[in-house]
């Protein structure tokens, strides 16, 4: 730590950490602006999200935003999720899910009745936007009963529970990140 702190007090590579950073936060603008110009394109595609995921559960904690957002063929697999409007139908999750209505309402919170009122309501999104993440799960299930099944087997990484237990439980994040990671090949 000593010759790290005579080092930087001699100045040469102080200078060049300064010079590094700097590029590092021309970088990250230069980034950031191409984020942007293709969130505006997204936008303007039927059918597809832009990049600005919802990012706070009923808890308040913060969202991760997920690399899969982005991805044409992922956003694709849960289009069937979603109303006219682009809201999530929390209908449309219940069913594919194969939980009743009155079940996502318990885990969201709500009344039967005000979910069945207004399935898509904007109030639901943040929340809805972790069922859409795991319901990319479909991507390598063949069909809808084989994901209903996916989500009632138990899993060694989730703690041997499965991950409609899991979503029972609030535990959303946990078994969004898990599908992000199994369809991108990241270690869990």
Same mark, same amino acid.
């Given at each position: 730590?000593?010759?790290?702190?005579? =080092?930087?007090?001699?100045?040469?590579?102080?200078?060049?950490? &300064? %010079?590094?950073?700097? !590029?590092?936060?021309r970088?990250r603008?230069?980034?950031?602006?191409?984020? /942007? $110009?293709?969130?505006?394109?997204? !936008? *303007?595609?039927?059918? %597809?999200?832009?990049?600005? &995921?919802?990012?706070? =559960?009923?808890?308040g904690?913060?969202?991760?935003?997920?690399?899969?957002?982005?991805? *044409?063929?992922?956003?694709?697999?849960?289009?069937?999720?979603? @109303? %006219?409007?682009?809201?999530?139908s929390?209908?449309?999750?219940?069913?594919?899910?194969?939980?009743?209505?009155?079940?996502?309402?318990?885990?969201?919170?709500?009344?039967? $009745?005000?979910?069945?009122? =207004?399935?898509?309501?904007?109030?639901?999104?943040?929340?809805? %936007?972790?069922? @859409? !993440?795991? /319901? !990319?799960?479909?991507?390598?299930? @063949?069909?809808?009963?084989?994901?209903?099944?996916?989500l009632?087997?138990?899993?060694? &990484?989730?703690?041997?529970?499965?991950?409609?237990?899991?979503? /029972?439980?609030?535990?959303?994040?946990?078994?969004?990140?898990?599908?992000?990671?199994?369809?991108?090949?990241?270690?869990?």
């Open positions: 730590m000593a010759a790290l702190a005579k =080092t930087l007090k001699d100045g040469a590579p102080l200078e060049q950490v &300064i %010079t590094l950073r700097n !590029r590092l936060v970088e603008e230069r980034l950031d602006d191409l984020l /942007a $110009q293709v969130e505006v394109l997204l !936008r *303007k595609v039927p059918g %597809t999200l832009s990049a600005s &995921i919802p990012a706070s =559960t009923r808890e904690k913060a969202a991760r935003p997920s690399p899969l957002d982005q991805v *044409k063929a992922v956003v694709t697999a849960t289009a069937d999720l979603r @109303e %006219t409007n682009g809201n999530l929390a209908l449309r999750i219940a069913k594919l899910f194969g939980v009743t209505v009155s079940q996502l309402a318990r885990w969201l919170g709500r009344s039967k $009745q005000a979910l069945s009122k =207004t399935p898509d309501a904007d109030s639901l999104q943040e929340a809805l %936007t972790y069922f @859409e !993440r795991v /319901a !990319r799960m479909r991507l390598v299930t @063949e069909n809808d009963a084989q994901f209903r099944k996916w009632r087997v138990p899993k060694d &990484i989730l703690g041997n529970q499965s991950p409609l237990n899991l979503l /029972a439980k609030g535990e959303w994040q946990i078994v969004a990140d898990y599908v992000d990671d199994a369809l991108t090949g990241a270690p869990t």
